[in-house]
């Protein structure tokens, strides 16, 4: 009878077990189970009560209060073949006054953010569409303020045009691939200053504001591509990596009346950067911001569009770097504007006068201001994201321009994201935490909903059939006394008396995040299949990590590594210690900053650490970017030791555990190099371990099956070694 009793118990434990739904690598990155549906951003029409969108490969108007289509503006098939249209539209703008539309279509896509296309101009009101240009793909076509020119950049050079057609008119002539850019960034201030596009119209479209880079003695790097050919192809481009020459950047003013260019009065200077340039309301004055090269000196400028004179605005300076944003804004007709800045020691927001006198702090306390979303000039009032509850979540608040405090716009805990229309009567806001998939809602400007976009229920009826664990937010003390942050998985099946094996995934780079209230997207789904086959997945927001304040952001300058490994690898001692969790199998994953991470643990913290594995990582500092690098290291001769002690090539000879290096070999962000500089350090050291290289792939590692393969590969990984 209590064979029959057990074996009873057996069948029905099996049958609970059994019950769940397994997840798949193929659930996840090939049939799209698990996918979330998205509302992408919006385009708002000058009322603030329409928006606009592609819809079936044509472009609709939407009342955004009730979700009603209201016309069609553009219908992509009737001009198909049409001076070699396409029939697609990948992208769209409006001129200021919205009679004319910009048409992109067949983008090809050159870095992160840099692409070429063709460009076509629709006319609204006669109904007509014309071609930009027929040469060959343009970049960054934009059509001047009051509706009557086109400007675009092409084999880099700039050009302009009658919006209505014309000859094109040459604004530079000496551009060349490898050379001189004129009116588009080069390599390293698209990656790292985050913006490609480098020209501007002024306000009333008379003049064009933009960036000449010189880089013709910057050093060169090749990429080796392979396309089933009889020889490789070789992708050379200009790269400085830290110590090397600069571009030299500078700025020029060009009239469209006279033709005339003019020169700005700056030193053209390879040690200074110029991350932003930005016309005022007043179309003769253009503001400039002017780093030093190791972007802990800032000044703002303001330019006379005329004479090319420059008069300083505001100084900042700092004992480590200075964040460069967007936030610069102009009010009240230009006299004024917004700026931030971490002077207190959090990231707030400030007015100032034009000639740079400060007014207000508008913003204050500990706590970091996330995102400047704008100023609203009809209600005098301010909009921004804040993590003013805890580093974990993002809040949106508006507040009176006089005001001391701000209001709060969200209802949700979680991470709050907003776009606001127009004239700020109403926002798009998304609403996510680490156990709920995204929902997006329309509100008025106050925050109060009007009508729900998506709420992705499909999600959560798929966590219910999987029966997921719930992402479990805690923190502890290190041994330096130092209160880290940090989010738990477990086994869906967990047994408090059960030893389970831990994979610790981060990240850890400066101001970035792993540890928020958000939902976690494809990894998400990745780290519950692990925890089904019974690992507890955890990460860590080490020091060095953002919404804390300057001083904790900040306090990794010059020893980029040594602190954040520290923090790793007391947070995998600290979770050995519980009674859970077998301490003997511990494993990291990380990519890029990650990986170089995940490499640093599993060296310095090899009596922790059983298993690594570091997806396109940085090896050794001296061989990444001037300008991320630099600003956080300065150079390799002015911090050799820096760069030396906090670089995994250095440790390969104390590698005990498993380690798996993987690279895409067309990444042009984090070289192959680094990996294989790092293979040849651990074979000189005699240390085994496993690789994964993937041809012609970029630092994302995605294209015909990668994702799958590279999942799959690490999941056996994890299996085989923990």
Same mark, same amino acid.
């Given at each position: 009878?209590?064979?029959?009793?057990?074996?009873?118990?057996?069948?029905?434990?099996?049958?609970?077990?059994?019950?769940?739904?397994?997840?798949?690598?193929?659930?996840?990155?090939?049939?799209?189970?698990?996918?979330?549906?998205?509302?992408?951003?919006?385009?708002?029409?000058?009322?603030?009560?329409?928006?606009?969108?592609?819809?079936?490969?044509?472009?609709?108007?939407?009342?955004?209060?009730?979700?009603?289509?209201?016309?069609?503006?553009?219908?992509?098939?009737?001009?198909?073949?049409?001076?070699?249209?396409?029939?697609?539209?990948?992208?769209?703008?409006?001129?200021?006054?919205?009679?004319?539309?910009?048409?992109?279509?067949?983008?090809?896509?050159?870095?992160?953010?840099?692409?070429?296309?063709?460009?076509?101009?629709?006319?609204?009101?006669?109904?007509?569409?014309?071609?930009?240009?027929?040469?060959?793909?343009?970049?960054?076509?934009?059509?001047?303020?009051?509706?009557?020119?086109?400007?675009?950049?092409?084999?880099?050079?700039?050009?302009?045009?009658?919006?209505?057609?014309?000859?094109?008119?040459?604004?530079?002539?000496?551009?060349?691939?490898?050379?001189?850019?004129?009116?588009?960034?080069?390599?390293?201030?698209?990656?790292?200053?985050?913006?490609?596009?480098?020209?501007?119209?002024?306000?009333?479209?008379?003049?064009?504001?933009?960036?000449?880079?010189?880089?013709?003695?910057?050093?060169?790097?090749?990429?080796?591509?392979?396309?089933?050919?009889?020889?490789?192809?070789?992708?050379?481009?200009?790269?400085?990596?830290?110590?090397?020459?600069?571009?030299?950047?500078?700025?020029?003013?060009?009239?469209?009346?006279?033709?005339?260019?003019?020169?700005?009065?700056?030193?053209?200077?390879?040690?200074?950067?110029?991350?932003?340039?930005?016309?005022?309301?007043?179309?003769?004055?253009?503001?400039?911001?002017?780093?030093?090269?190791?972007?802990?000196?800032?000044?703002?400028?303001?330019?006379?569009?005329?004479?090319?004179?420059?008069?300083?605005?505001?100084?900042?300076?700092?004992?480590?770097?200075?964040? =460069?944003?967007? #936030?610069?804004?102009? !009010? $009240?007709?230009?006299? &004024?504007?917004?700026?931030? +800045?971490?002077?207190?020691? %959090?990231?707030?927001?400030?007015?100032?006068?034009?000639?740079?006198?400060?007014?207000?702090?508008?913003?204050?306390?500990?706590?970091?201001?996330?995102?400047?979303?704008?100023?609203?000039?009809?209600?005098?009032?301010?909009?921004?994201?804040?993590?003013?509850?805890?580093?974990?979540?993002?809040?949106?608040?508006?507040?009176?321009?006089?005001?001391?405090?701000?209001?709060?716009?969200?209802?949700?805990?979680?991470?709050?994201?907003?776009?606001?229309?127009?004239?700020?009567?109403?926002?798009?806001?998304?609403?996510?935490?680490?156990?709920?998939?995204?929902?997006?809602?329309?509100?008025?400007?106050?925050?109060?909903?009007?009508? =729900?976009?998506? #709420?992705?229920?499909? !999600? $959560?009826?798929?966590? &219910?059939?999987?029966?997921? +664990?719930?992402?479990?937010? %805690?923190?502890?003390?290190?041994?330096?006394?130092?209160?880290?942050?940090?989010?738990?998985?477990?086994?869906?099946?967990?047994?408090?008396?059960?030893?389970?094996?831990?994979?610790?995934?981060?990240?850890?780079?400066?101001?970035?995040?792993?540890?928020?209230?958000?939902?976690?997207?494809?990894?998400?789904?990745?780290?519950?299949?692990?925890?089904?086959?019974?690992?507890?997945?955890?990460?860590?927001?080490?020091?060095?990590?953002?919404?804390?304040?300057?001083?904790?952001?900040?306090?990794?300058?010059?020893?980029?590594?040594?602190?954040?490994?520290?923090?790793?690898?007391?947070?995998?001692?600290?979770?050995?210690?519980?009674?859970?969790?077998?301490?003997?199998?511990?494993?990291?994953?990380?990519?890029?900053?990650?990986?170089?991470?995940?490499?640093?643990?599993?060296?310095?913290?090899?009596?922790?650490?059983?298993?690594?594995?570091?997806?396109?990582?940085?090896?050794?500092?001296?061989?990444?970017?001037?300008?991320?690098?630099?600003?956080?290291?300065?150079?390799?001769?002015?911090?050799?030791?820096?760069?030396?002690?906090?670089?995994?090539?250095?440790?390969?000879?104390?590698?005990?555990?498993?380690?798996?290096?993987?690279?895409?070999?067309?990444?042009?962000?984090?070289?192959?190099?680094?990996?294989?500089?790092?293979?040849?350090?651990?074979?000189?050291?005699?240390?085994?371990?496993?690789?994964?290289?993937?041809?012609?792939?970029?630092?994302?590692?995605?294209?015909?099956?990668?994702?799958?393969?590279?999942?799959?590969?690490?999941?056996?990984?994890?299996?085989?070694?923990?």
């Amino acid at each position: 009878m209590l064979r029959l009793f057990c074996l009873l118990v057996i069948m029905v434990s099996s049958s609970v077990v059994w019950s769940q739904k397994e997840i798949t690598l193929e659930d996840i990155w090939d049939k799209g189970t698990f996918s979330t549906k998205r509302v992408p951003g919006f385009s708002f029409m000058n009322d603030g009560l329409h928006y606009t969108k592609i819809e079936d490969n044509t472009i609709q108007k939407y009342n955004i209060t009730s979700g009603e289509k209201v016309e069609g503006l553009f219908d992509a098939e009737a001009f198909k073949g049409q001076d070699g249209f396409s029939g697609t539209i990948a992208n769209y703008s409006f001129d200021n006054e919205e009679e004319f539309i910009l048409i992109e279509t067949d983008i090809e896509s050159i870095y992160r953010r840099s692409t070429k296309a063709n460009f076509y101009i629709y006319n609204r009101e006669k109904n007509q569409l014309r071609p930009v240009f027929t040469e060959g793909k343009i970049s960054y076509a934009t059509v001047s303020p009051d509706g009557s020119f086109v400007a675009f950049m092409y084999e880099n050079n700039l050009y302009y045009q009658k919006i209505d057609g014309g000859d094109n008119i040459a604004i530079t002539s000496d551009g060349r691939f490898n050379e001189v850019i004129n009116g588009g960034a080069d390599w390293v201030y698209e990656e790292e200053f985050s913006f490609a596009q480098a020209f501007d119209w002024n306000a009333d479209g008379t003049k064009i504001a933009y960036m000449r880079f010189d880089e013709r003695e910057v050093p060169e790097f090749t990429m080796t591509l392979h396309y089933d050919q009889m020889y490789p192809v070789y992708s050379t481009f200009k790269y400085p990596k830290v110590g090397e020459k600069n571009a030299i950047v500078s700025v020029h003013i060009y009239d469209v009346e006279s033709g005339e260019t003019t020169d700005m009065q700056l030193p053209a200077d390879r040690e200074l950067y110029i991350p932003r340039i930005k016309w005022t309301p007043n179309p003769q004055q253009l503001f400039l911001t002017q780093m030093n090269r190791h972007q802990n000196e800032l000044n703002l400028y303001a330019m006379d569009a005329s004479t090319g004179k420059v008069d300083i605005v505001l100084e900042e300076k700092s004992n480590y770097y200075i964040d =460069v944003d967007d #936030d610069l804004t102009f !009010i $009240n007709d230009g006299k &004024e504007f917004i700026w931030s +800045s971490e002077k207190s020691g %959090f990231k707030h927001l400030y007015k100032y006068a034009l000639n740079g006198k400060r007014e207000k702090a508008l913003t204050s306390g500990s706590w970091d201001v996330a995102n400047f979303y704008g100023y609203d000039p009809e209600r005098k009032q301010i909009y921004y994201q804040a993590s003013k509850k805890n580093p974990m979540e993002r809040e949106i608040y508006s507040q009176g321009i006089n005001e001391s405090d701000g209001t709060l716009i969200s209802k949700e805990t979680g991470t709050n994201n907003a776009q606001f229309s127009s004239t700020f009567d109403y926002l798009v806001l998304s609403n996510s935490t680490a156990n709920r998939a995204a929902q997006y809602t329309v509100c008025e400007g106050d925050g109060s909903l009007l009508r =729900v976009l998506e #709420d992705n229920e499909n !999600i $959560n009826a798929l966590q &219910e059939s999987y029966q997921t +664990s719930p992402v479990e937010f %805690f923190n502890f003390n290190t041994s330096q006394n130092v209160l880290l942050n940090a989010w738990m998985i477990k086994p869906p099946n967990f047994k408090p008396g059960r030893k389970y094996p831990v994979l610790m995934y981060v990240y850890g780079g400066p101001g970035a995040q792993t540890v928020t209230d958000a939902w976690k997207g494809a990894n998400y789904w990745w780290f519950q299949m692990l925890a089904q086959k019974g690992y507890i997945v955890v990460s860590v927001d080490n020091r060095g990590t953002g919404a804390r304040g300057e001083e904790f952001k900040k306090m990794t300058y010059l020893q980029l590594g040594k602190y954040e490994t520290e923090d790793q690898i007391e947070a995998a001692k600290y979770l050995g210690s519980l009674d859970y969790i077998d301490a003997d199998r511990i494993g990291i994953f990380g990519w890029s900053y990650g990986g170089y991470m995940s490499s640093l643990c599993i060296l310095k913290g090899n009596d922790v650490f059983k298993a690594a594995i570091a997806v396109a990582p940085v090896t050794n500092w001296k061989w990444y970017d001037t300008i991320y690098t630099e600003r956080y290291m300065r150079t390799y001769v002015e911090n050799e030791a820096g760069y030396d002690e906090n670089s995994p090539i250095h440790y390969a000879d104390r590698l005990k555990g498993a380690y798996l290096l993987v690279h895409g070999m067309a990444d042009d962000n984090v070289h192959f190099q680094h990996t294989v500089e790092m293979a040849n350090a651990l074979i000189a050291a005699n240390k085994p371990f496993d690789t994964h290289f993937y041809p012609n792939r970029n630092h994302g590692i995605y294209g015909n099956n990668a994702r799958i393969h590279l999942y799959s590969k690490m999941t056996r990984f994890l299996m085989d070694r923990l």
